[in-house]
Every structure is written in structure tokens, then in C-alpha cells.
């Protein structure tokens, strides 16, 4: 818009000098021939600014919502695959009590887990299953530690902050940044259900926070 306005101005600036140059002597019209170089210098230089500051603006933004759809597709779930199909078993079993626990009474979050995979997606998950939990994994495998945690992929923790340090935790991650998981939440009862992925807190005898460790592909292992 500044650069046309611009335009504008210079076309009606000539018309009014050419009507004034008409009438006078050779030497004033040098001297206005001058007069109008100079003009059109300075207009040109302020247009070919207002280009260059609108190109910027342009690039700075194709960046922007090339950053942000790479971050958008990061949370979303092909319709009909198999991070999908893991996904709505998981999901299915939501508020499920005591389903998955131990002859101690504690969670057995990693099965849950790999019961969605398995389950739910058709993926053999007996090498995950022999590791002895998420901790297991992690030392085995390693993982992603990029966040939010890839949906449809299983997300390792473990327990920060009391001397129950070791306690590990296996989650399945949900687009959004949430995930779902089997967690304790008093003596030998446990419920499934969905939570924020980085605020996690152990609730079984005393509270401490999850660490996220990072999340494996399973489904593309």
C-alpha cells in the first residue's frame, strides 16, 4: 500500500511539472529537470524500502507456519493406523479399576501398555514385555526425548524427588500432550485415566513426581 501511494504521488508530481516546465527558459528547466531527479530518487529509495520491509515480513511469516505446522503434526494421529488403533483400546479401558495389578497390589502400568499395542494395534510386544518395566526399556532401548511425546507411542518416567527414586512408569502417549496410563492412587488400588504428560505424581504411599524419560515408537520399532 505504501509503495502505490507512492506511485500515485509521482504521477501527479510529473503532471504538474510538465505543466509548469512548458513556460520556462532552458536554464530554469535544468534547473527543475534537477529538482525532479532528486524527487524521484528519494521516491524510489523509500518505495523499494516499503518492498524490501514487506518481504521480510512475508519470509519471517512463511517461517513461522512452517515451525508451527511442524509442531501441529507432531501431536496429530493418522486416522485408521495402528497409533490410532492402540490409542482407542487404551482409551476404552479409561476409568477401569484395579484391572492391572500385581499380587502386591501395585499398578502394572507397563501391561497396560503393552496391552494397547498389543490389543489394540496387533503388534507382538513380547521383547518389550521380558524387559521388566519402563525402566527395562529405557536402559535397553533409550528413547525420544523430544516433548510433547509422539501420540501412539509408549512414554517412559521415573519417580524424582523421595528415596523412591527408582520407581518406574510406563505411559501411552494421546495427541495433545496428554497421555493414559494405569496408576496407583492408594494400597492395592489402581484406575486408568488421562493426564497432562509432564505432571505426573505417584500417589501410592508417599507422592512424588514423575521424570519423563522420552517415548519409543513401538509401532515403528
Same mark, same amino acid.
Given at each position: ?11 501527479? @508530481? ?10 520556462? !527558459? ?12 532528486? $524527487? *524521484?530518487?528519494?521516491?524510489?529509495? $523509500? ?5 524490501? &520491509? ?5 519470509? $519471517? ?11 501441529? *503434526?507432531?501431536?496429530?494421529? !493418522? ?10 483400546? #487404551?482409551?476404552?479401558?479409561? /476409568? ?10 501395585? =499398578?502394572?502400568?507397563?501391561? @497396560?501398555? *503393552?496391552? #494397547?499395542?498389543?490389543? =489394540? #494395534? ?5 521383547? %518389550? ?17 523430544? $516433548? ?12 524424582? /524427588? !523421595?528415596?523412591? !527414586? ?7 502417549? *494421546?495427541?495433545?500432550? &496428554? ?28 507422592? @512424588?513426581? %514423575?521424570?519423563?524419560? /522420552? ?7
Amino acid at each position: 500500500m505504501k509503495g502505490c501511494k507512492s506511485v500515485i504521488f509521482i504521477g501527479l @508530481f510529473l503532471s504538474l511539472l510538465t505543466v509548469a516546465i512548458v513556460g520556462c !527558459t532552458e536554464e530554469m528547466q535544468d534547473e527543475l529537470g534537477g529538482i525532479i531527479r532528486d $524527487e *524521484l530518487g528519494e521516491l524510489e529509495k $523509500e518505495i523499494m524500502e516499503g518492498v524490501s &520491509e514487506k518481504k521480510d515480513e512475508l519470509i $519471517e511469516g512463511a517461517k513461522s507456519s512452517i515451525e508451527k505446522g511442524k509442531d501441529d *503434526l507432531i501431536g496429530i494421529i !493418522t486416522p485408521g493406523s495402528k497409533e490410532e488403533k492402540a490409542i482407542r483400546w #487404551a482409551i476404552n479401558q479409561k /476409568g477401569n479399576e484395579n484391572t492391572y495389578l500385581d499380587d502386591n497390589g501395585r =499398578g502394572l502400568c507397563h501391561l @497396560f501398555v *503393552l496391552d #494397547a499395542f498389543k490389543h =489394540g #494395534a496387533g503388534i507382538n510386544v513380547d521383547a %518389550y514385555r521380558n524387559l521388566g518395566g519402563a525402566y527395562g526399556v529405557y536402559k535397553t532401548y533409550g528413547a525420544n526425548k523430544s $516433548e510433547p511425546p509422539k501420540p501412539g507411542t509408549m512414554v517412559l518416567y521415573r519417580g524424582i /524427588g !523421595t528415596k523412591n !527414586t527408582g520407581v518406574p512408569h510406563t505411559a501411552l502417549a *494421546l495427541e495433545n500432550g &496428554e497421555i493414559i496410563h494405569n496408576n496407583n492412587y492408594e494400597q492395592g488400588k489402581s484406575i486408568i485415566k488421562i493426564e497432562e504428560y509432564d505432571d505426573l505424581v505417584y500417589r501410592y504411599g508417599s507422592q @512424588f513426581k %514423575y521424570e519423563y524419560l /522420552g517415548w519409543i515408537d513401538v509401532v515403528n520399532d
